[in-house]
């Protein structure tokens, strides 16, 4: 698995998205929109999983933010490093039919995870609205490609800098009292995933999510991606990693993905300073 291309998507004081090219011929001659890989940096290292952005014969891409100490491992690798393991495609691949008129919402890099739904829901001719969030306007990633396949895009960005100054939310609120909608396809922060199941809920619009929980093994064994949907107990590497945003128990998520967040931060200042 030798990285072939690398691309610094975004390069600011506290935030870094990078894409990787790299070649994995079982894994792009499977993976559908919707699906993810698990990758393993070191031998000695952690399993992270990471959406499937694009997929050639031999190759598949992958976009991250370096936020974790696995992260910033793998953003410090050159073109011509190999990755010690990539395992995939996992996960259910999305529900991709013809819906009509759906909204794709993408915040921050999970913009990166709504790209390829974009473009399988388009070549069914869906009639694609896209809204982008992101803190400022060089934080934005895939806009010209996300245009190339949708009818609209909106932007939203936290300074104004660019778009609507705001969040995809409010821009979200303003689409739905102008005119029906079929489906809400969502990827992004969980606070932002929720608020948007929170708009949806009185239009009775279907909406899905797809969760970033947090997984070691993503078989269903080690039981880290757990959430509960529609009052069961569901994984997200197995059952997900889409699910319908009515059914999730928010607040049960939100406690789970926090619970080794000191943990990473202290890790991760660690390496900082060995740099």
Same mark, same amino acid.
């Given at each position: 698995?030798?990285?072939?291309?690398?691309?610094?998507?975004?390069?600011?004081?506290?935030?870094?998205?990078?894409?990787?090219?790299?070649?994995?011929?079982?894994?792009?001659?499977?993976?559908?929109?919707?699906?993810?890989?698990?990758?393993?940096?070191?031998?000695?290292?952690?399993?992270?999983?990471?959406?499937?952005?694009?997929?050639?014969?031999?190759?598949?891409?992958?976009?991250?933010?370096?936020?974790?100490?696995?992260?910033?491992?793998?953003?410090?690798?050159?073109?011509?490093?190999?990755?010690?393991?990539?395992?995939?495609?996992?996960? %259910?691949?999305?529900? $991709?039919?013809?819906? #009509?008129?759906?909204?794709?919402?993408?915040?921050?890099?999970? +913009?990166? =995870?709504? @790209?390829?739904?974009?473009?399988?829901?388009?070549?069914?001719?869906?009639?694609?609205?896209?809204?982008?969030?992101?803190?400022?306007?060089?934080?934005?990633?895939?806009?010209?490609?996300?245009?190339?396949?949708?009818?609209?895009?909106?932007?939203?960005?936290?300074?104004?800098?660019?778009?609507?100054?705001?969040?995809?939310?409010?821009?979200?609120?303003?689409?739905?009292?102008?005119? %029906?909608?079929?489906? $809400?396809?969502?990827? #992004?922060?969980?606070?932002?995933?929720?608020?948007?199941?929170? +708009?949806? =809920?009185? @239009?009775?619009?279907?909406?899905?999510?797809?969760?970033?929980?947090?997984?070691?093994?993503?078989?269903?064994?080690?039981?880290?991606?757990?959430?509960?949907?529609?009052?069961?107990?569901?994984?997200?590497?197995?059952?997900?990693?889409?699910?319908?945003?009515?059914?999730?128990?928010?607040?049960?998520?939100?406690?789970?993905?926090?619970?080794?967040?000191?943990?990473?931060?202290?890790?991760?200042?660690?390496?900082?300073?060995?740099?």
């Amino acid at each position: 698995m030798k990285i072939i291309e690398k691309t610094v998507l975004v390069e600011q004081i506290g935030l870094r998205i990078t894409s990787l090219e790299v070649t994995c011929p079982h894994v792009a001659a499977k993976a559908q929109a919707g699906q993810f890989v698990v990758v393993m940096v070191k031998k000695e290292g952690e399993r992270i999983p990471l959406t499937i952005v694009e997929k050639t014969k031999d190759s598949i891409t992958l976009i991250f933010q370096e936020v974790g100490l696995t992260t910033k491992l793998l953003g410090s690798l050159a073109v011509g490093d190999s990755l010690y393991a990539v395992v995939g495609p996992l996960g %259910k691949p999305t529900e $991709v039919k013809k819906y #009509g008129n759906v909204i794709l919402i993408g915040g921050g890099v999970g +913009i990166a =995870e709504i @790209y390829p739904v974009a473009k399988a829901l388009q070549q069914l001719d869906n009639k694609l609205t896209v809204i982008l969030g992101a803190r400022t306007k060089n934080a934005l990633i895939l806009e010209k490609e996300l245009r190339d396949v949708s009818g609209r895009v909106w932007v939203a960005t936290d300074d104004g800098s660019y778009g609507k100054k705001g969040f995809v939310t409010g821009v979200l609120e303003e689409l739905l009292e102008e005119q %029906k909608y079929d489906l $809400v396809y969502c990827v #992004g922060p969980l606070a932002m995933m929720k608020k948007v199941a929170m +708009i949806t =809920e009185p @239009y009775k619009l279907a909406t899905v999510v797809s969760l970033n929980a947090v997984m070691i093994d993503a078989t269903g064994m080690c039981g880290c991606c757990r959430v509960t949907v529609a009052g069961k107990m569901k994984f997200s590497c197995v059952d997900g990693p889409e699910f319908a945003a009515d059914q999730i128990d928010w607040d049960e998520l939100e406690k789970r993905n926090s619970l080794y967040k000191d943990k990473e931060e202290h890790i991760c200042n660690l390496f900082n300073l060995v740099q």
